[in-house]
Nanobody, 122 residues
Framework: QVQLVESGGRLVQAGGSLRLSCAAS????????MGWFRQGPGKEREFVAT????????VYAASVKGRFTISRDNARNMVYLQMNSLQSEDTAVYYC???????????????WGQGTQVTVSS
């Protein structure tokens, strides 16, 4: 079992930046791929970014590429999502997830956090 807790979400103005954090505990392993997903109001949960266990493979959704950066610190069991140039369309609950391999769909992840709210005001 892996427990994931996200933090860092808040209200921010358009054009601003935020860094989300995801703390992993329990049966943690650097072999887990980690992903960030988000779910906006009235929308389905969508892929944002993912990083392999070693950090050697990273994939971003087209909508965030060039603005968001995913990273991980395996020594601290932490995963981060640096979000720059935020837009109103980025408003959503952001979820951290852990799975056996890099995946771009929710079905590829076995463990999920409770989410953290990011609201971007225009």
């Amino acid at each position: 079992q892996v427990q994931l807790v996200e933090s860092g979400g808040r209200l921010v103005q358009a054009g601003g930046s935020l860094r989300l954090s995801c703390a992993a505990s329990g049966r943690t392993s650097s072999s887990y791929a980690m992903g960030w997903f988000r779910q906006g109001p009235g929308k389905e949960r969508e892929f944002v970014a993912t990083i392999s266990g070693s950090g050697g493979r990273i994939v971003y959704a087209a909508s965030v590429k060039g603005r968001f950066t995913i990273s991980r610190d395996n020594a601290r069991n932490m995963v981060y999502l640096q979000m720059n140039s935020l837009q109103s369309e980025d408003t959503a609950v952001y979820y951290c997830a852990a799975g056996g391999a890099v995946a771009l769909v929710t079905a590829g992840y076995d463990y999920w956090g409770q989410g953290t709210q990011v609201t971007v005001s225009s």
